[in-house]
């Protein structure tokens, strides 16, 4: 995905993408540790249960120097990674059905840099995409889903929860985010979150 600034242009748009991007200074995530059976599941809103070891250990990679830890990490896993603070304020604002899965968070010489992180794996997904006027490339073994997207259009009426967060099927990994919420958010100061109006111009490989 291309670099964007965290605030968006005033629009229209009640629905946003939330995406992430490395910032200066900033740390991100780039594989997945041993002892994490079933990796699929956080991408696609499958809830882990006991299947997820409590604690585990992911690693800040070396390809991303900087050590500071942002509100929503940016990863290569297609997980919704955050903070201790951007999992109080989903719990508080989003109204929606969140599995906190705690993370160990080691830094660039594998010390701990936080106990306190986790996937926000937001649960189900939505058959609320517009498939017909929604733009981009579909998996060839899964049709019903997008591995490539340059635009994003939801049938706002198939839209079965008021919850700030949710999962769409054909897009499962992208956070779809209420205006409310990102408005709440916004107001609290939150890091790594960059916002992309649903029906804007996009490009996300999935």
């Known amino acids: 995905m291309s670099p964007t600034m965290e605030a968006t242009a005033m629009t229209s748009s009640e629905y946003f993408i939330l ?22 599941k956080p991408a696609r809103g499958i809830r ?3 299947e997820y ?3 585990l250990r992911f690693s800040m990679t ?3 120097p900087g050590l500071k830890i942002a509100d929503v990490i940016p990863n290569a896993l297609n997980y ?3 903070t201790k603070r951007m999992k109080e304020l989903l719990e508080q604002h989003s109204g929606a059905e969140i599995e906190f899965l705690r993370f160990t ?3 660039h010489r594998g010390r701990v840099a936080s106990e306190d992180c ?12 517009d498939m017909q006027r929604t733009e981009g490339d579909l998996d060839p073994l899964k049709p019903e889903r997008f591995m490539y997207l340059r635009r994003l259009a939801l049938s706002e009426d198939k839209i079965e929860t008021s919850a ?10 992208l956070m779809i985010v209420r205006r409310a919420l990102k408005e709440q958010l916004e107001k609290e100061g939150i890091t790594g979150a960059t916002w992309y109006p649903v029906g804007d111009e996009v490009d996300i490989t999935l």
């Open 19 to 40: 995406d992430w991007l490395v910032l200066d200074g900033y740390c991100a995530i780039f594989n997945i540790p041993e002892g994490m059976s079933k990796i699929h």
């Open 48 to 50: 882990m249960g006991t």
């Open 53 to 55: 070891p409590d604690g």
């Open 62 to 64: 070396k390809q991303e």
């Open 80 to 82: 919704f990674m955050v």
């Open 105 to 107: 968070l080691l830094n």
């Open 118 to 129: 986790y996937i926000a794996n937001v649960i189900g997904t939505q058959e609320c995409v």
């Open 164 to 173: 700030g967060v949710f999962r769409s099927a054909a897009v499962p990994r």
